[in-house]
T-cell receptor, first 111, second 108 residues
Framework: DTAVSQTPKYLVTQMGNDKSIKCEQN?????MYWYKQDSKKFLKIMFS???????INETVPNRFSPKSPDKAHLNLHINSLELGDSAVYFC??????????FGQGTRLTVV | RKEVEQDPGPFNVPEGATVAFNCTYS??????FFWYRQDCRKEPKLLMS???SGNEDGRFTAQLNRASQYISLLIRDSKLSDSATYLC?????????FGAGTRLTVKP
């Protein structure tokens, strides 16, 4: 059973489109994250949610809107996609004070 | 200044070598610390937690110096399979910050 699963694994789309990435964790963790890893491989935090409440919003353009319907899910919706949004997006979850577990990543390519 | 700074690397070492990675963090209120490993085109995975007293897991030793806000990872007797990017991670509450990573290549 996959602990943190995100879909889709690959996403190729045109500039200007709107797309969503879904994430689910079955670990019972309270905190979930979205990270962006760009071509330089730096893993940058975007959002953190704790029990459905937004905790961290790290100067991300408002074209990115996270949604947490329950504490096991954290989805990411992106409006008006731009070339610079191309990256690998990782979802993660953790229990307070412990390590984070990551999904396999969604490789987004905007053409 | 980035919250978590790491040696940029890359490190290219022969099998059997000992290699050390360093990391510094800027926020003295940071609470917990980890080393992660990321293989090419894969997700980061926990390598080990880092404790103030230092901790060892086989060939891997992690150290934390809170006064200097410094974390280290030592890999002894490097194996080809150790080739990966090593990420230093610093946590404060729900905020988990990653260093830029250090790429290690172990060669035969």
């Amino acid at each position: 059973d996959t602990a943190v699963s995100q879909t889709p694994k690959y996403l190729v789309t045109q500039m200007g489109n709107d797309k969503s990435i879904k994430c689910e964790q079955n670990l019972g963790h309270d905190t979930m994250y979205w990270y962006k890893q760009d071509s330089k491989k730096f893993l940058k935090i975007m959002f953190s949610y704790n029990n459905k409440e937004l905790i961290i919003n790290e100067t991300v353009p408002n074209r990115f809107s996270p949604k947490s319907p329950d504490k096991a899910h954290l989805n990411l919706h992106i409006n008006s996609l731009e070339l610079g949004d191309s990256a690998v997006y990782f979802c993660a979850s953790r229990r307070a004070g412990t390590e984070a577990f990551f999904g396999q990543g969604t490789r987004l390519t905007v053409v | 200044r980035k919250e978590v700074e790491q040696d940029p690397g890359p490190f290219n070492v022969p099998e059997g070598a000992t290699v050390a990675f360093n990391c510094t963090y800027s926020n003295s209120a940071s609470q917990s610390f980890f080393w992660y490993r990321q293989d090419c085109r894969k997700e980061p995975k926990l390598l080990m937690s880092v404790y103030s007293s230092g901790n060892e897991d086989g060939r891997f030793t992690a150290q934390l110096n809170r006064a200097s806000q410094y974390i280290s990872l030592l890999i002894r007797d490097s194996k080809l399979s150790d080739s990966a990017t090593y990420l230093c991670v610093v946590n404060r509450g729900d905020d988990m910050r990653f260093g830029a990573g250090t790429r290690l290549t172990v060669k035969p």
